[in-house]
């Protein structure tokens, strides 16, 4: 149908690879019905990794071309491979790994001699900061309720906010936690007692 | 005329008919079992929610207790369908709300619920009982507080895959103390950042539900916690981990160990998010009695996953990463016997190479090891037509056969091929096939095969593939049982369509995206078939801004009694005439 091969012409055209520079124009080949079974080549590996680390901005132009726009890269296309978005999430997680900077703050402990640092990039969650805690300085600290804080522990762990204002630690999510976290105190059971009943 | 039997008599014998299919079929007997049946109806399901309206439904069956819906089509999954498309539950809930009070169970897919309608359904069924939400977005933790306040025999509250905005407040302390009715809860999709009062309020719930047999957690639950969540909860038949990364603790080991050995009906495992693979062993001592295993999540070598399913020997279904390589699918043939379903889900799906050695060879092998193997999907990068005959010829009982091949128009990569026999062969001898999914290099021939053999096939998906029209025509003419047909980026036009437009009103739904069919086209078949919705989605501009020869980006097509719909965004053409009328 001409009409069809007009529209594969069209897409053939922007997705094929081509010899020269991108935007060069090439001799316009002869495109028979066949064109649609010639396999399309692997695009090279740099523009592979450019398009997957600018995922959205790819799919979006996809979305917003009109009839003769086509993937400039053709890595990326809309919904292809058919996986889930929450299953992509998962992988890039583990690929932002090279983060250089970590997150240190200070942790004083009531009656130690000194501070310690520590960086909170670390921690994944609040059971393991607290076992690193616990760890670090040698004491234990009690079950977490929302009631009463920290249960039949001598220390309590507290931290300093943006707002210069001593928490409890594990009040908020993690997140917001290590994000506005300056410095940690862990305060000791007396001084604490009031800080942990809400 | 005079009964046979009085109708209270005919409501009981009905009372025992369960299947959907058959309840219809009663109804069709004679007006008196119309009647009779259509009071007694308590559960229905809608696979399209805009095939019907809620009056119709509410009109023809009073009484119902339990609702199923389905919103959008099965390609939003992979965001081809636009923000703002449709798939709103709050005019279904506002009508049921004052029709059926006594609703116990709400089953939605791919529907858009909000905040307002979480909290109009716990407050209008006194008796609810069942929440799945299964891909659905638009809420917030907010809402789901609301369910839990509320609902004050709350059995069921599954979440499944949706998208939920965690606003950070603490939800699961709103179920109130004397709240102990839980059975299942999965809360799977929520966030990866949570607070120790979201931790502590969950341990409580566990603690106060004896009930509870089907418990799915996020990601945020650290492994730390859950062996005290499982000495709460020893009688679980399923359960979906938290994070299951933890410091390499020999207490943390042993105590979790322990913990798992005490749940002995588990059936179910899944979650594994972040996998420490030195902790995979404290699972083992439960594994024999697995049916279903998802690690889907878990980025771990082949022979950790290995270790672990070979222990696995009563399990029928299996969800893995291609991390899992062909040794390990191998390795799976040779334990389990009785495996009915495989899932290999890829763990790199945009890289340029592979990162695994993942084939054919492995499915193929499975194929020969498992005899009662029935379901499959399989994500790799090459395939051959050889492979897929030996699969077909293995493997006859097939139901369910999904493969993608990760780069379109990917030809036999032996012989260069396309694919047509390949598939074909699939379809000639897997005669009970009722889902198949295309990929690869394919030519108008695969659809000869599929319209002369797959004469039980429901659901269809195509990409990437065809020649031009008559490719369609030979799916439209020939697949009897089609109800579900989805298509991208093939170049099948106006013919196939129009020539079989009667066809349309016999399935679901037809969808088509990046496809050859004009506008012109489209308003053709709105104006001849007054029972289908004839729907364009072109975030282009107005269709008839372009010319009319030009392709429209989707159409989608489905049978209604309901008539065209009136919640359509601005990128969405109804090609009912006398509604684009009145509207324009």
Not at chain 1, 66 to 71: G, H, I, L, T
Not at chain 2, 11 to 23: A, N, W
Not at chain 2, 118 to 124: C, G, R, T, Y
Not at chain 2, 244 to 265: R, W, Y
Request: proline share 5%.
């Amino acid at each position: 149908m001409e009409r069809t091969d007009t529209y594969e012409r069209h897409h053939l055209k922007a997705t094929e690879l081509r010899l020269g520079l991108p935007g060069t124009d090439e001799p316009q080949k002869q495109s028979p019905a066949t064109a649609s079974i010639k396999s399309n080549k692997r695009a090279l590996p740099e523009s592979a990794k450019d398009c997957s680390s600018n995922n959205n901005s790819c799919a979006s132009d996809v979305k917003d071309g009109d009839c003769a726009c086509a993937p400039s890269s053709k890595a990326q296309v809309v919904g292809w491979p058919p996986v889930r978005s929450y299953r992509k999430n998962c992988f890039q997680q583990k690929k932002n790994e090279p983060d250089v900077s970590g997150m240190y703050i200070k942790v004083s402990m009531d009656g130690a001699p000194y501070l310690r640092k520590i960086d909170l990039k670390v921690y994944k969650s609040y059971p393991e900061l607290l076992t690193a805690l616990e760890n670090m300085f040698r004491f234990t600290i009690g079950e977490y309720s929302e009631k009463e804080g920290y249960n039949g522990s001598e220390y309590v762990p507290t931290y300093e906010d943006k707002d210069s204002d001593w928490m409890l630690v594990g009040d908020v999510p993690w997140d917001m936690f290590t994000s506005s976290c300056k410095r940690l105190r862990i305060m000791k059971g007396s001084e604490a007692r009031g800080l942990g009943c809400v | 005329m005079a009964h046979s039997f009085p109708e209270e008599v005919l409501e009981h014998v009905f009372s025992f008919i369960d299947s959907d299919k058959d309840r219809n079929a009663v109804s069709l007997v004679c007006k008196s079992w119309y009647e009779i049946e259509r009071w007694c109806r308590r559960k229905i399901f809608i696979g399209n929610c805009y095939a019907v309206t809620p009056r119709i439904m509410i009109r023809r069956f009073p009484e119902l207790r339990s609702v199923s819906l389905k919103g959008k089509p099965h390609f939003a999954d992979f965001d081809l369908v636009p923000e703002g498309w449709g798939g709103y539950v709050d005019p279904w809930v506002s009508a049921m709300g004052r029709a059926y009070p006594l609703l116990e169970e709400l089953r939605l897919k791919r529907m858009v619920v909000s905040d307002d309608t979480l909290e109009m359904v716990s407050k209008s069924f006194k008796n609810f009982k069942v929440l799945v939400l299964s891909s659905c977005e638009g809420f917030t933790t907010d809402g789901l507080a609301s369910i839990a306040a509320n609902c004050r025999n709350l059995r069921e509250l599954d979440l499944r895959e949706s998208d939920v905005e965690d606003l950070g407040g603490n939800w699961l302390s709103c179920f109130p103390e004397s709240c102990t009715s839980l059975v299942s809860l999965n809360i799977s999709c929520l966030g990866s950042e949570w607070s120790l009062r979201n931790l502590s309020a969950l341990e409580r719930l566990v603690g106060r539900s004896p009930n509870l047999r089907r418990l799915r957690m996020n990601r945020a639950v650290p492994l730390d916690k859950l062996a005290n969540l499982l000495r709460r909860a020893p009688y679980l038949v399923e359960l979906g981990t938290g994070a299951f990364s933890s410091e390499l603790h020999p207490d943390v080991f042993s105590n979790l160990s322990g913990a798992f050995s005490g749940c002995k009906e588990l059936r179910a495992l899944s979650g594994f998010w972040d996998v420490v693979p030195a902790y995979l062993p404290a699972v083992y001592t439960i594994c024999s009695g697995l049916t279903s295993l998802n690690l889907s999540y878990a980025a771990v070598q082949s022979s950790d996953l290995v270790k672990l399913i070979t222990q696995c020997q009563n399990l029928q279904r299996l969800w893995v990463l291609d991390y899992i390589e062909d040794s390990g699918l191998e390795a799976l043939a040779e334990s389990c016997k009785n495996l009915q379903e495989l899932r290999v889900f890829p763990s790199d799906p945009f890289a340029a190479e592979p990162n695994v050695t993942l084939t054919e060879q492995g499915l193929v092998a499975v194929s020969e090891g498992c005899p009662k193997l029935e379901s499959v999907l399989y994500f790799c990068r090459q395939f051959t037509n050889d492979a897929l005959f030996t699969i077909a010829k293995n493997r006859p009982s097939l139901t369910r056969f999904r493969l993608c091949i990760i780069e379109p128009r990917t030809p036999d990569y032996i012989t260069l091929e396309p694919l047509d026999a390949g598939f074909g062969a699939i379809v000639q001898n897997c005669k009970e096939l009722r889902r198949l999914s295309l990929s690869g290099l394919l030519t108008d021939r695969v659809f000869e095969h599929i319209g002369t053999h797959a004469k039980k096939l429901e659901m269809l998906s195509i990409a990437f593939a065809g020649d031009g029209d008559l490719g369609l025509h030979h799916v439209l003419s020939g697949c009897e049982s089609l109800r579900k047909l989805e298509i991208r980026d093939c170049p099948f036009g106006d013919k196939a369509l129009l020539a079989n437009a009667a066809k349309l009103e016999t399935m679901r739904s037809l969808w088509m995206s990046s496809c050859s069919v004009s506008f012109e086209a489209c308003k053709l078949l709105g104006q001849k078939m007054p029972r289908l919705n004839v729907e364009v989605i072109d975030e282009r501009g107005p269709p008839d801004s372009r010319p009319e020869s030009c392709p429209v980006n989707t159409v989608y097509i489905y049978r209604s009694i309901a008539g065209p719909r009136l919640d359509m965004p601005a990128f969405v053409w109804t090609m009912d005439e006398e509604l684009a009328l009145r509207l324009s």
